[in-house]
């Protein structure tokens, strides 16, 4: 398995990356090179130049900007983990992350290289999506921040424009007393969700006071889960089959051969309930 | 010393294993080396109407482009070696490059010789191929019907042989029994996944007309007789390396056409060429295992004793009759039926069938596993319509100890067992009966807690040559061993066997060890070579230990007897006066006199004072040819939560208890059972290839092809009974297989009783989450 | 096109030409002989390619080798030789870790990563630490036993330190 020929560049720095971005339409950008590389050894994916920005010292660190956490794009999942930053602050971020691939993947894969590829089965953009993190995308214009809402547009495809990169992703400070869950049952051989949920809820006086649910591998990527009703419930048995009910009914991803359509449905209920469970189960 | 067989020493072949120093055939290297990309079909079934190679033929490093009309004349097929008799056997012709039809997809139409790997990987998108597309068909049972599509002309139907086999009068006794079931069982097309993927390098000297071909084989003797077929080149001309190989389970066994191209190429350039496949190709093109539609039935009496087992098996061979193939679902399948217990009825019919799928041959366990999948999965059913507890079941129809050797009724004798005991050490271990009580209250809880019984024998060590050749086996199955003492008494034995992985550099050095009264460290074990190693059969079959270990053990006694001669000699003495004292001959009660083996090595190979007619060396070679296979045998239990929302399976406990006869080194037999249990609870819950209605294999890669992993699998406690067998000197009855055998039916046995309450009978594995949730569904929707 | 790409190759610097696609694996195997790093798959599953990348398991037929450039790399030939074992060498020779090898030298470059973050994990961290290590042969039973015995040797010669 060898890639088509192609040209390699290393940006050393951000505004090197934009321009090389600028001048190059064949391009592609690769850091970790997880979701890039595998493709490009079946050449599915010929690309003409590849601009390397693993080592753009702009995309990396991760620290607290303005009471957000901010994180460059270029992070591996490995530093994420081993930041107290996260695993105090996003329990549900490092939760995910754990269980992104495995080791080996964990210490080259990247957040922004993930986030920036959209795919509808990929971990993390429902966490996103319900730690409500928004994205900073640069170009040779200047930056733009995208709420994560607004940033995964379609499966494979961001709100990342020609000749934009993704430079930052910054997460508000989760509601005080929030418990958070991600969960998923994998697809034994890839590991990839065949269903799974993404939670933030906070509660006081026995009633759920506020809940965010996203979902992943649903069919489609960025769905979020219309709480609404369970705001307010007590977060019983009822209210969390209710809310299960609800990201089945969000859930239309077709078939494979690891989940037949309706049981991928029935799972995504499943794993919603039970997310939304162990979260209500950690908020204080 | 005495003790040396029997010890867990460590293995003699790891400090190169664990350093990176082993030599695989891709790493092999040479001056000139040339790389070799095959083109392969990617439809299932068509017919090729162009190939141009033209501008393959003028890319960079392009030293050149085969396609079947270069090979013309100048090579054979590929052959199949076993044919079973009296089942009229449809061997079509396999190509090594497809020339007028492809039939899977992953066909070879051609292949490109270049100076670097990524030149031949370049060139090959520069071929241009038209095909018109055929019908495709990979399931066996619909490839058998009116209709399917044909895939070889002189196959019409499809239907390469119909064997049966049996005993007594099951119809008759399935007329009479008054417990009957049935199940339709499909065991899931598997792919085997050797880690090492195939790979071979070969360098054709045109001065000298050798040819040296390095291959991942589990066989290199077998690998030099059919490439010498293959290539129209005679044996002699022929010299075949095995190095190290990275795991076979059965998949390195068969010669493929992918090293007879390889092969042509080197001997047409007249430089070395290497090719080594890509995993999604090793998944497209390598051999597959198991891919059986069975309907099968169980009969026999209330009070729990079964009398009749009979069935119809449709068994994929895939696009081609690939080496061993035909041989797996029949001999391997059917003669053994009767498991552990006494049968007196059995009726097997087996259906080959050709299909639009891979070839099928030998994957671990090959046939036996399917064998006691049916078999056990039978007895649970049979036992649940019986009222009867299925471990009584099994007790009440084992063989008793005392009638061993024992001819079951589908003729096979049973070399030795005691099979009560295995299974009391199982239930014993995993407690059985605190389970029952635990899954009685769980059930109370709505949760669904379940145990599996599964016990088992196999046919291995295989075998006798003659049985060989009976059942149109293409090959001996007696092994071979040269035992060579050098003159400062160290040793090194050249064995016919190709372990590769099994640990027999280890356990053989035990065995010459014992002999000798030597360290293990003055021994080594040569294999894999054709030049220096004496004629052999390979690796497979649970054989090695069994057949070749027996044929070191002879030939280390021939060394001892012709030093006892010496000895005698330099003593002065009657042979009869002498005896071994562990590590010397001496006079009977004489300490003084001991000659020990290293005075006996220099003694014999400097020849200045031998008895008469005593030829200078000590050395000797054995081909031992065992009068019988061997049987092991054993019970393997084991426990399981089930999700009933999600439908996963979590093992709680897995417990094997196998016997294969003594443990020449026991750390070594209980990896093999490990390794074996582990890919047996693969395919119980998770491995399946798929394929699409078009005939391609959509889970083509390790993305979708679920190898188990270490953080899925489950601890496996073993323990073990030990009955020897008596067919070689050494007792031992193999342990290679043994694992893989009952595992996947004592997994499905256990999610089966876990599911019981709602009815469920059977679900076919793999027991994905997706497939036990919708027998769940199934289940409930049918309770309505 | 061909560049120079230097790479610290188990504590030497080496430097190859290659071209940008070139895939760390292959360069360490074909260019710098270096075949105890093996390929088992192409869809980074099987781990068998794994080396350290600046002390991080990282699969190398993930990894251009040109992405890798001034790294140190650490191959299993690099981590110990036979008559001066690495702990977790010795370990898997110890506890039978291994049977036909192949995938072993990945094994025990991950397990080296882990043992550096974890110095005393339990089975469960050890399974789920080596899921990127497929191993056909052993069923994992010895490799998780000889991990375990790893951490401790290190853990002791970390104390007697």
Redesign the interface.
Known sequence: ??P??FEYIRAGSLAQALALLGSHEDAKVIAGGHSLLPVMK??MAQPGTLIDIARVPELHGIDRHQGDLRIGAATTYRALLQSRLVSEGFPLLHECVEDIGDVQVRNRGTLGGSLAHCDPNSDLPAVMLVLGAKMVCVSAKGTRTVPAAQFFTSAFSSALQDGELLQEIHLPPLPAGAGTCYHT?A????GYA?AGAAVVVTKAGGKVTSAKVALTSSGDIGRVVDTSAFVGSDGGDAALAALGAAASALTDATGD????AD?RR??MG??TRRAAATALSRAK | MATIFGS?I??R????????????T??V?LPGLAYAAFLRSPYAHARITKIDTSAAKAAPGVVAVYTAADLEGKTGTVPCAWNPPNCDLKVPAHPILASDKVRYAGDAVALVVAET??QA??AI?LIDVDYDPLGAEVDPEKAAQPGAPVFHDDVPGNIGFTWSCGGGDAAAEFERAEVKVKLRIVQQRLLP?????RSAVASYNKGTGQLQLWVTSQNPHIHRFLCSLMLKLPEHRIRVVAP????G?GSKIPAYPDEAAVSFASMQLGRPVKW?E???ENYKCTIHGRDHVEYVEMCGMKDGRITGIRSTVYAGLGAYASTAGPGIPTILHGLVYSGAYEIPHIAVTVHGVYTSGTPIDAYRGAGRPEAAYLVERLVDTFARAAGKDPAAVRHLNFIPKEKFPHTVATGVTYDSGDYGPALDKALALIDYEGFRRRQAEARTQGKYLGIGIGSYIEICGLGPSQVAGAVGFGAGLYDSAIVRVYPTGVVRVYIGASP????EETTFAQVVAQEFGIPVENIEIVHGDTETTPQGWGTYGSRTTAVCGSAVKIAAQRVKEKARKIAAHLLEASEDDLEWTGTAWQVKGVPGTAKSFGDLALAANVAWNLPAGVEPGLEANAFFDPSNFVYPFGTHVCTVEVDG????VHIERYVAVDDCGPHINP??V???I??????GIGEA??EIA?YDDSGQL??G?????????????P??ETDYTVTPSPVNPLGVKGCGEA?TIVSAAAVVNAVVDALAPLGITHIDKPL???RV??AIQAAKGGAR | MKRPVTLQVNGAARTVEV?P??LLV?VL??EL???????????S??G?CTVLIDGHAVKSCTTLAVQAEGSAIT???G????DA?HPL?QA???K?G????????GV?MTATDLLERNPDPS?EE???A??G????????????AAVKAAAATLRAARAAA
């Not at chain 2, 072949?13 to 695989?24: F, K, Q």
């Not at chain 2, 490990?674 to 890919?679: S, Y």
Request: charged share 20%; glycine share 10%.
């Open positions: 398995m060898i088509a020929t079946f050449r049952v697809q034994a051989a890839s065949m051969l690891h989940a037949p049981y029935h799972l499943v794993v | 867990g460590r293995r072949e790891d400090p190169r294993l664990i350093t990176g120093l082993a030599t695989y891709d790493d290297a790997r990524a990987r370049d998108d996944t050797a880690i090492e993927p190290e190989v990275g795991g389970f080594t890509d995993r999604s590769h992985g099994q640990g929302e999600t439908g996963e750390v070594i209980q990896g093999q490990h390794g074996g249990v582990i890919q819950l998770q798929v959509l889970s890669t390790m993305m979708d092809y679920a190898v188990p992993k270490a953080s899925q699998m601890h496996v694992g994905t989450p997706a949730w919708a | 071209e696609r070139a292959h195997r074909d002989h270096l075949t105890g790093t093996h390929v088992g798959c192409d869809t599953q099987c068998a191959t299993i030939e981590l110990g030789s036979p074992l060498q898997f020779w110890d039978h291994l049977q036909c090898g192949f995938c072993t030298p025990i089975d050890i399974r789920h080596l899921e290590n497929y191993c056909r042969c052993t069923g994992y039973v010895n490799i998780v």
